[in-house]
């Protein structure tokens, strides 16, 4: 995403959609998985927990961000779970949505997180 230097990896079950809201939205049958990237306000970081919400501070490529596990994200089916990081890099910051089953999330976020590069 050059807009927000930003660089990821998904694996091959995932297949960009359209979607004139975000920067990116992906999605996967097998396991079923959705990743959305939103431009965001620098501010993003300071997020206070909801509901049942962990969030932990954490460092992108150097850069400051804060990672929301169990995130309370509106509309999001049932039997799926969500993880977030914000990120905070002036006007390139943004917000990344994972969301999948609860045994496929951990993994499936952590090669996702593994891979991200910001500029």
């Not at 091959?12 to 939103?38: C, K, M, T, W």
């Not at 620098?42 to 596990?69: C, K, L, M, R, Y």
């Not at 914000?86 to 609860?102: E, K, T, W, Y």
């Amino acid at each position: 995403m050059p807009s927000l230097d930003l660089a990821f990896r998904l694996p091959e079950s995932f297949a960009v959609a359209d979607d004139p809201g975000l920067v990116v939205l992906a999605r996967s049958f097998q396991p079923p998985a959705i990743v959305s990237v939103a431009e965001e306000p620098s501010d993003i970081v300071q997020h206070e927990p909801e509901g049942g919400e962990t969030v932990f501070p954490a460092t992108v490529a150097n850069v400051e961000a804060v990672v929301v596990e169990n995130a309370a994200v509106d509309g999001l089916p049932a039997g799926l779970v969500a993880n977030e990081l914000l990120v905070a890099n002036g006007d390139r910051s943004f917000s990344l949505i994972m969301s999948s089953g609860p045994r496929d999330l951990p993994v499936l976020w952590d090669d996702l997180l593994a891979s991200i590069a910001v500029g």
